[in-house]
Structures are given as structure tokens and as C-alpha cells.
């Protein structure tokens, strides 16, 4: 008698670690257990056939703000999730700020996770913070499992989560290298930054003046001395200046044990076409001129960048001062949840780029990252997370189309390429009215990942304690070129 699955789903584009070719993905129990030609006889309760869409592995992001609980007038985890699932993003890693109280204990953890419980249309996971006062709570936070340990070396624009000085960054890579913890870092120098001209006023170009490159390549260069010292797993989060591209690209050479990534905004937008005033386009680092941007795309191509995630870093128009327009006072993050993959893959293509990069970039190198063993690729053993993209088809960012809470964005009337048609989670098609059925991950001890909720659910085996993985493997590459080793508001001026 013939095997029989629940579901199949054909596309004569998919991306699969082999390449993009014609196939067909069964799935039975939620998981991917066959991967054949598109023409296979495989039986199944549903077949589905995608045609000329591509099917793709679900996107994993590792860097969103969803600011709950305590900031839900930002976003939150209905929202969020929604947005993310909308965009082909089926797992997402939660940023430890911007909610309240932080995730810098295990208390707060656990008001997280209840807070996100049967309320996500996606998997989510949660990253620690590592603040000054809390050496004592990484050791229990890595047991709970928290996927990693996010700092800032410069102010993070909200009271509750400072910035840790160098002296107080040592001991804790020391403690997260005993751990085999991951230490993902905001690489901004606060010594640097205040000697800087002050950013005001509408003028993008001072904006720049007060972040400029040699904050962010005096930062790198910190804490790739620490990776190296320790032999610690460092991750460099949203790199703006490539004048640090080769200072990383030597210590990755030696052995440091380093992963970078970058964002869809510093690969799409420069800071040439930044309008006066246009204060939607402010993050932290900021967007930096054409020449720069060619660089980080060249750096992803060449390995040297292991991934792109959205650092979805949201917060009420209000707090833009579009108004006024000004550069200073206004909150610096960009909401693009639901826009990253067409974002990326609309200016990858223009480089000559296909779509078994962009799943390297946003699907099977984010996962390998987090330790995701069984997220980001269309292969036998792992969860059934599809998204079904018709990669050819254009359209016009439409903002009331986001499902973002706050609607404001910097895309908004850009043609892009690419529409997500629909997304899979473990099998099951994502209804975006309809009942949430994303669980809550966390990090296994080296032994795998598993969801928190329901308990009993594993998934694969990670990477087992002291390896250092590579990312582009993870992500289909049959190459292993990349190394890893309150409520109260926020300070705009400074995020």
C-alpha cells in the first residue's frame, strides 16, 4: 500500500538545499518527510500545487521588538505575529527591551511567556538581556531557554534596559563563553557617540554626523577582542558602516567565533534619497549613503554578513514628531515586519541575486544562529514551515495593507517584488483570522529545541555545546563559508 501524508505541496520553483528545481514536500505529523520530484506520486489528505510560485522555507527572523507586555500601545504578539506570518516569516526571536519588565530575569521571562501564550500566529522565542546589575540571572535565564543574551554598549533609549561598559561587559562574556551562551550585541561606542555632534532638526546629513561609521567599528572591535580572549559566541547585530567589514572578515578568518547580520533597510534605502524631515526613516545605527550600502551587499554575497532580520523596532506615530520632523527628538526604529523578504528579494534580484540566497540569508542562517536545527529549509526531518511566494508578481506598499498596529513606514509607495500567497506552519495553512497556532520555543541545552507550549512537542537536535557551526550550511549552501565559531517612555535622542 502506498505511503500516505497529510499534505503535499508541488511548486516548480522550490528552494531546496540542493538549489531551486522542480519538487514536491510531503508532510506528515507536521514535519517534512519526503522531498521528491515535482511529479512524484505521492498520496496525501490535501495536494496542493503551487505552479510557477516559488516555495520556499518559512522565513526565520531573530531580531523583532514585540514590547509586550508593558508596551503594547507599540505592538504586541496578536499583532506582530500576524504581521510576521503575513510577510512568510513563521519564527520569529523576540528582543528582550522595549517590553516591561525586560527579560533580564527569569521572572520576567515567565511574564513574557504568558503574556505571548495561545496569542501567536507564528513560534516565537525570547532573547535574555544582559544589563549591568544581572551577572547573577544569565546562568537561570540559560537554563529556562533563552536562545542568547542581548546588550547594548550605548544608551538602548529606554530607562529600564542600560548599556553596560566595558568593564562590565568582560565578566559577563566570560560567563556567557562558560555557558556556550550566544552574546548578540548593539555595537555602538556611548564614549564615541558623545563626542559626536549632537543630532537636530530635519537635516538627515547631521543625523548621519552624530552616528558616524567609527562608532560602530570601535565597538566591533571590543567585542571581537572578547570573542577572541574568551572564545566566545559573539553575534553582531544590524551592521550599518561597512568600514567594519574587515576587521570582521579578519577575525573570522582566525577562528573568532563571530556571526554578523544586517537589516532590509540599510540594503534598500539610503541615506541620498532620505527626505528632509522624514523621520519614518530614523533607526539606530542609521541608514548610510549608496557606496555603503553596495558594500554590505557585497559582504553578503562574499559570506562575510551571515544574515539579514528585520530588527522590527516599532513604536506609536506620535513618537516619530512628523510634525516637526525632527531627527533628534524622534524614536529611531523601523517597522517592516511584514515587508522584509519582498524587500530583500526585490533588491537581491537587482544584483543578481536568486532565491537560494535570500533563504540562505533570512531563513537557514537566522535558524542556524538561534540553534533552530529543525527551521529554514526544505529538507526531510524538518517543520513543515512553507511559504508559498509568487516571486515575479509586483506590487505598491500600500500601508493600510500592514498589519503592523502602527502603519507607518518607510516603503510606503515603493513597488516591490515578490507576494506571499500563503504560509505553512508545521503543516497547517496560516489563517490570519482565525485561531493562533504558533508555540512557544526555547533552547534545549545543546539537546535540540522544543516548544514550551504544548509540553512534550520536541523538535531536532542542535549543535552540541562548545561546536561552532556554520551558518550558510544551515541555510542549503553545500559550502561552509561562514564561521560561527516601565511603562515610562523611551529617549528617543538616543536610540
Known amino acids: 500500500m502506498a505511503e500516505r501524508f497529510d499534505v503535499v505541496v508541488r511548486s516548480r520553483r522550490a528552494v531546496t538545499p540542493e538549489g531551486e528545481r522542480p519538487a514536491s514536500v510531503a508532510v506528515r505529523g507536521g514535519v517534512i518527510t519526503a522531498v521528491g520530484a515535482y511529479d512524484s506520486e505521492l498520496h496525501a489528505a490535501q495536494t496542493i500545487d503551487c505552479g510557477e510560485d516559488a516555495l520556499l522555507p518559512g522565513v526565520v527572523d531573530s531580531h523583532v521588538h514585540v514590547n509586550e507586555p508593558g508596551r503594547t500601545e507599540w505592538e504586541g504578539f496578536i499583532s506582530a505575529t500576524r504581521a510576521a506570518a503575513a510577510g512568510g516569516i513563521t519564527t520569529l526571536i523576540d528582543m528582550p527591551l522595549n517590553c516591561v519588565p525586560p527579560t533580564t530575569t527569569v521572572a520576567a521571562l515567565q511574564a513574557k511567556r504568558q503574556s505571548a501564550e495561545g496569542r501567536c500566529h507564528v513560534d516565537v522565542g525570547f532573547w535574555g538581556g544582559l544589563v549591568a546589575d544581572n551577572l547573577g540571572e544569565l546562568a537561570p535565564l540559560h537554563g529556562e531557554g533563552v536562545f542568547g543574551f542581548k546588550c547594548y554598549l550605548t544608551d538602548s533609549g529606554v530607562v529600564e534596559f542600560g548599556y553596560v561598559t566595558r568593564e562590565e561587559l568582560e565578566p559577563a562574556v566570560a560567563e556567557l563563553a562558560r555557558l556556550d551562551a550566544l552574546t548578540i550585541v548593539h555595537a555602538e561606542d556611548q564614549r564615541l557617540l558623545e563626542r559626536a555632534p549632537s543630532a537636530h532638526g530635519g537635516d538627515y546629513g547631521d543625523f548621519l554626523a552624530s552616528r558616524p561609521p567609527e562608532v560602530e567599528t570601535a565597538a566591533i572591535a571590543e567585542i571581537i577582542g572578547l570573542s577572541r580572549h574568551y572564545q566566545a559566541r559573539v553575534h553582531v547585530l544590524h551592521l550599518s558602516a561597512a568600514e567594519a567589514l574587515p576587521a570582521i572578515a579578519a577575525a573570522r ?55 539579514v532580520v528585520s530588527d522590527h523596532s516599532p513604536c506609536p506615530p506620535e513618537l516619530k514628531h512628523l510634525e516637526v520632523g525632527d531627527f533628534g527628538r524622534a524614536w529611531g526604529g523601523i517597522a517592516s515586519l511584514q515587508l522584509s523578504l519582498p524587500v530583500v ?17 533570512m531563513a537557514g542562517g537566522p535558524a542556524r544562529l538561534v540553534g533552530l536545527a529543525g527551521k529554514g529549509a526544505l529538507a526531510v526531518g524538518f517543520d513543515a514551515d512553507l511559504v508559498r511566494f509568487a516571486a515575479e508578481e509586483t506590487f505598491t506598499v500600500d500601508p493600510s495593507a500592514l498589519h503592523h498596529r502602527h502603519r507607518l513606514t518607510p516603503y510606503a509607495g515603493h513597488e516591490l517584488s515578490g507576494v506571499v500567497r500563503s504560509v505553512w506552519l508545521r503543516g497547517r495553512e496560516i489563517d490570519l483570522d482565525g485561531p493562533a497556532q504558533g508555540r512557544l520555543l526555547r533552547r534545549d541545552d545543546g539537546s535540540g529545541v522544543q516548544a514550551v507550549r504544548p509540553s512534550g512537542v520536541a523538535q531536532r537536535g542542535n549543535s552540541p555545546p562548545g561546536s561552532a557551526p556554520t551558518l550558510a550550511a544551515a541555510a542549503g549552501d553545500p559550502t561552509e563559508s561562514s564561521l560561527f565559531g516601565s511603562s515610562q517612555g523611551p529617549d528617543p535622542s538616543t536610540r
Not at 547580520?261 to 541608514?287: D, N, R, W
Open 253 to 307: 578568518a582566525q577562528g573568532v567565533r563571530l556571526t554578523v547580520e544586517t537589516c532590509p533597510h540599510y540594503l534598500a534605502l539610503s541615506a541620498e534619497e532620505v527626505p528632509a524631515g522624514a523621520t519614518q526613516f530614523k533607526c539606530t545605527p542609521p541608514i548610510r549613503e549608496d557606496a555603503n550600502r553596495e558594500a554590505l551587499w557585497r559582504a553578503l554575497g562574499d559570506g562575510v554578513v551571515d544574515c
Open 345 to 361: 528579494w526585490t533588491h537581491a534580484r537587482r544584483r543578481g541575486y536568486g532565491l537560494v540566497e535570500v533563504v540562505r540569508w
